[in-house]
């Protein structure tokens, strides 16, 4: 009965490669985010969606990419990583643009670049 | 352009304990306020909002009041519990800006 979840929780890899993170929302939400939590916890948005429409593109390097096959799905490829990349990445949902700040949010997905 | 600054942690209580984590906010229009919590290797869940002037969020014994005139939402509770330990986030949504602008965190560590 996961509202929000996503895929893997922890991630560990090395630099260079190219990875993935995958996030469902069963919410019958129509917005969707990606946002990274750093080592001090500080939370910034990298991107939404709307209706598998990007409506934010926050300064994030070419290197993420953001895919939406529906719109209870919004994924995160990461090209070529580095160690600065390594970060909590949540995903959160909401139910229309609007309403933005009701935003539930997923258990997280620990990166680790070594 | 909008921004949220909340007091630096790490705060460290004893149960039963008052707690007040300050927070203000710039916002170039009419601000929604809210506060999430982040309990230990969990997401953010929302605590409580206000969306206009005056109002009082509250849930679970926490409180804010959004002050306009002191552009201001300031978390309160009067006992805290050990279950409580977490990061508390303030933030803001303003229709201009579509999305939400999220305050450093504040760590609160409540010890028996």
């Known amino acids: 009965d996961t509202a929000v979840s996503q895929t893997p929780k922890y991630l560990v890899t090395q630099m260079g490669n190219d990875k993935s993170i995958k996030c469902e929302q069963n919410?019958?939400?129509?917005?969707m985010y990606w946002y990274k939590q750093d080592s001090k916890k500080f939370l910034k948005i990298m991107f939404s969606?709307?209706?598998?429409?990007?409506?934010i593109n926050e300064t994030v390097p070419n290197r993420f990419s953001p895919k939406s096959p529906d719109k209870a799905h919004l994924n995160l490829h990461i090209n070529s990583l580095e160690l600065g990349d390594s970060a909590v990445y949540f995903c959160?949902?909401?139910?229309?643009?609007?309403?933005?700040?009701?935003?539930?949010f997923g258990p997280g997905t620990r990166l680790t670049v070594t | 352009g909008n921004s949220v600054t909340q007091m630096e942690g790490p705060v460290t209580l004893s149960e039963e304990a008052f707690l007040t984590i300050n927070c203000t906010y710039t916002?170039?229009?009419?601000?929604?306020l809210f506060w999430y919590v982040q309990y230990p290797g969990e997401g953010l869940q929302l605590l409580l909002k206000?969306?206009?002037?005056?109002d009082k969020g509250s849930n679970k014994g926490f409180e804010a009041t959004y002050r306009k005139e002191t552009t201001s939402f300031h978390l309160e509770k009067g006992s805290v519990q050990v279950s409580d330990s977490a990061v508390y986030f303030c933030?803001?949504?303003?229709?201009?800006?579509?999305?939400?602008?999220f305050g450093a965190g504040t760590t609160v560590t409540v010890r028996a």
């Open positions: 959160a949902s909401s139910q229309e643009r609007d309403s933005l700040y009701e935003q539930y």
């Open positions: 919410l019958g939400h129509d917005t």
């Open positions: 969606y709307n209706n598998k429409e990007l409506i």
């Open positions: 916002a170039t229009g009419y601000p929604s």
């Open positions: 206000a969306t206009k002037a005056d």
């Open positions: 933030a803001l949504s303003d229709y201009n800006d579509y999305k939400l602008s």
